[in-house]
């Protein structure tokens, strides 16, 4: 993926927004992917936390569009831990997840859910699902 830097690519609203949600600076982190090698979710995001906060940083919203790691972060805090700069990842993960799901854009309907899903499925999966992926 190329990454194309400009006056209409750099979305300096959206990094405004993701500040004042998360009330933390992005700015800091050098990138020294302490964060990436931590990440007991790596197996199954495709951008590690690592290049969301570079994309972040460089105000690539379209960019960020394509990445999973928001909507898979198990919100442990490992990362937070373990960063050298103090930044909480996990609160600019959700502040990535709440500017979505402010669209009211639902990725996940519950009405489509079967019954015996329903059943089966533990009530804080579906209470966490629903926080992230419905709008």
Known sequence: MAIIISKRTVDGTFMRRIRDISGENFNQCFQCGTCAGSC???????????????????????????????????????CEVRCPRGIDIPKIMEALRQVVLRRNVNQIEPSNLQPEEVIDLPQIAMVSGFRKLTG
Not at 58 to 70: D, R
């Open 40 to 78: 007991p979710m790596n197996a199954h995001i495709n951008a590690t936390p690592r290049k969301l906060m570079a994309l972040l940083q460089l105000g690539q919203v379209a960019a960020l569009e394509e990445v999973n790691t928001h909507w898979v972060c198990a919100s442990c805090h490992t």
